[in-house]
């Protein structure tokens, strides 16, 4: 097994907001219902996307939205695996693979992926953080507070949640430079949780990490601006601009030319010089 393969090389983080294309090859998505399931598909949209400025793709075999339906690691890995193989074939482009399953991330990872984006955090799979190191990849670790109850600030729960996270990766051995945080816009939190975390983001950065933000056509813009998922992209456009303010390095879209025409402004404006 050539580990090298699936080594990713951070960027230099802070010159300017990196773009990461979300690509859902689920038939039960909820933002794109299944458009991208076939391999064919899901390759002409991953081209489409880093034609319109996509720097990571992020490649997802099982819906995470509230409600979906679990699926078995056997199940995700058939999905995934031949839309893996197409992207490796073609794209030049670092692939993320967003899974919470061990046994997924490492088949994942011998296809050519590059990146595991847990949206667990490491805390799901026990398995998970070894796995990662072993392959020398590069991992986002995101807060997910679904069946969790909040007592103090969120930002605060938001912070011991992911240094949990970190010292699970660093215990196992995953290269420090190649961690990145996720404060996990929607995941088991309130619409004002969701802004509070938001408005709040560069507290994040006190943990030492690169930090994504994963806003894109979620239910925090639509309860805010009662839209339903298809009428999403302008509030999606404040959120990116409001992670570029506060110093977010990665940001996880949908819309790609939208947003990175949106995120290079904000960027001439927040990160001149």
Known sequence: MDTLKQRWTPPLWGQRTY???ILNVTPDSFSDGGQFATPLNALGQ?????????DLIDVGAESTRPGAETISAEEEIDRLLPVLEALEEVLETPISVDTYKASVARKALEAGAHIINDIWGFQHDPDMAATVAEFGAGAVLMHNGRGAEYTGDIVDEVKRFLEHSINLALHAGV????IVLDPGIGFGKS???????????????????????????KSVIGKTLDLDVDQRLEGTLATSVVGVQQGADIIRVHDL???QRAIRMADAIYRHG
């Open 19 to 21: 773009l990461m294309g």
């Open 46 to 54: 991953a081209q489409a996307m880093v034609r319109e400025g996509a």
């Open 175 to 178: 290269d420090k430079s190649r």
């Open 191 to 217: 619409v004002e949780q969701n802004l509070t975390l938001m408005r709040r983001l560069g507290e994040l950065r006190s943990l030492g990490f690169p930090i994504l933000l994963g806003a894109s056509r």
């Open 257 to 259: 030319q939208a947003n």
